[in-house]
């Protein structure tokens, strides 16, 4: 039990301090007054010496010096008490260190939340929400698709009406040309029909008067006859053994015969005639027609096949226009998104210029603070050197100090031996500390004996 007691931590750091730590640092002040002078123990009054002041500049700033701790022409004691004053110059650079630290964390800290929030609105600022916009336009662009997609259909169509009526009037005037050449055949037809009954008006004049002539030469035979009859009556009447004479009758008959196979000859050889002259008439005309319909045939085969080529002429030029105003709004469409994307990436690569500036500075820093650290870890191991030199120090000359209870009211009575001690505190993460580090706590022990 007694050890417990005495065994206590004294720290100037402590805040809420209990009864036992109150009696112990009343103790230890006492044997501090009794070992160093009017000085106690927990913040010396000594004056650090410009040799130390020059030596041990502030963290960051300069090297540490070999000869920290080393004051010559001190005057007496002075080695101890320049320990103490090396001791707690260190312990004081060391709580400015910390804070020092601290302040860095916060501002770090501090300065990562701007940076966070910074980059939050401007991503928002750089990278607005397009969708709804993008969602529309499509949209819009879709209709307009169908829209022209319609009205070059309905071209189309007006094109087929146009190419149709053209069909319609060039059959049209074909039929109208056609009529135009058989009612000019049939007014020749009609003319020549009527030369021929001109021609047969005549023949048949020709005939009656050859009937009328044929007539009159009869009667003139008869009246000829009868008065030869009347002649020959009154004579006698003699009968010779001579040749037959001529009979009349069969004369005129036989000229009857004659005349009518002249006319007949005739009729039929003009008849005859005007066949020939119809069927190579005919023979003509209808050549001519087939070579006019052959030739009309071919004129509509070639009007069909320019139209046919003037509809597709047309409709490949409407697919090339088409084409090309797909072309430049495609064309105006990306150079658009390209702009918009090059704007974004030089946004980025500026950010990332930024994030690299920033990267080098906290690495700069970084180095920084690992050189702080490395003369630190330099400074902690000459104040640990310096403990232990010191603890040596006082394990050989410290005498035995009683303590009664006259020094401490109520306290326990013994032996004590007052050793310095340190305590080294690290930092478990780099979050507490940039490149890792400690907190060094400088206490006194009190042991029984």
Known sequence: MTSTHC?????????????????????????????????????????????????CPLPGTRDIPGNIGVCENYGEGAPIGHEKVTMQFLNDRLANYLEKVRQLERENAELETKIRESSKCHESSVCPDYQSYFRTIEELQQKIL?????????????????????????????EHSLRQLGEADVCGLRRALDDLTLAKCDLEAQLESLKEELLCLKKNHEQEVHILRGQLGDKLQIKLDAEPTVDLSRVLDEMRCHYEAMMQTGRNDVEQWFRDQCESISKQDMSCSEELQCCQSEILELRRTVNALEVELQAQH??????????????????????????????????????????ERQNQEYQVLLDVKARLEGEI????????????????????????TDLVPGGPVGTFRLTPSILLTTFPDASHCHGGGGEVLTYWRAQCI
Request: glycine letters at 4%; charged letters at 25%.
């Open 318 to 359: 409407t697919l090339k226009d088409c084409l090309q105003n797909s072309l430049c709004e495609s064309d105006a469409r990306f150079g658009t998104e390209l702009a918009q994307m090059q704007i974004l990436i030089r946004d980025v690569e500026e950010q990332l210029s930024e994030i690299r500036a920033d990267l």
């Open 7 to 55: 065994d206590s931590l004294l720290s100037g750091q402590v805040s809420e301090p209990t009864a036992a730590s109150l009696c112990l640092s009343a103790t230890l002040a006492h044997a501090n007054r009794v070992r160093v002078g009017t000085t106690p123990l927990g913040r010396p009054s000594l004056c650090v010496p410009y040799s130390c002041q020059t030596a």
């Open 146 to 174: 169908c829209i022209k997609s319609e009205n070059n259909r309905l071209v189309v169509q007006i094109d087929n009406a146009k190419l149709a009526a053209d069909d319609f009037r060039t059959k049209y005037q074909t």
């Open 381 to 404: 191991n000459t104040y640990r050197k310096l403990l232990e030199s010191e603890d040596r120090k006082y394990e050989r000359a410290l005498p035995t100090t009683s303590l009664g």
